[in-house]
């Protein structure tokens, strides 16, 4: 079973940090594109952040640059979102995606920020910030 995992989410003061995991069971991330997305109450979910297959590309929202970081390990079967300098409109729940846009030159996986080149994805883990 191809399943997608997120931990880490929790309520934290603004300014505080937290770290978002995402572990893939049934099959490697290796070949995967990884996505963030969040999605708050009666907004669209929109992009946070991706990493490509090789990990060398990342991309973020511009509301999140300088504050949180994408991370993967493959060894671990994992990627990783650090958030830092957290804020109350960073609330939402938060989900990974594995999939991206295939390079055909280089056989990674490019990050792309767009929910519709993602095919497999977490049940999402909540995040809320407040004091």
């Known amino acids: 079973q191809l399943q997608l995992v997120e931990s880490g989410g929790g309520l934290v003061q603004p300014g505080g940090s937290l770290r978002l995991s995402c572990a893939a069971s049934g099959f490697t991330l290796d070949y995967y594109a990884i996505g963030w997305f969040r999605q708050a109450p009666g907004k669209e979910r929109e992009g946070v952040s991706c990493?490509?297959?090789?990990?060398?590309?990342?991309n973020y929202a511009d509301s999140v640059k300088a504050r949180f970081t994408i991370s993967r390990d493959n060894a671990k079967n994992t990627v990783y979102l650090q958030m830092n300098s957290l804020k109350p409109e960073d609330t939402a729940v938060y989900y990974c995606?594995?999939?991206?846009?295939?390079?055909?030159?280089?056989?990674?996986?490019?990050?792309?920020?767009?929910?519709?080149?993602?095919?497999?994805w977490g049940q999402g883990t909540q995040v809320t910030v407040s004091s």
């Open positions: 990493i490509s297959s090789s990990g060398g590309s990342t």
């Open positions: 995606a594995a999939g991206g846009v295939p390079d055909m030159h280089t056989g990674q996986a490019l990050c792309v920020m767009r929910s519709s080149e993602y095919n497999y």
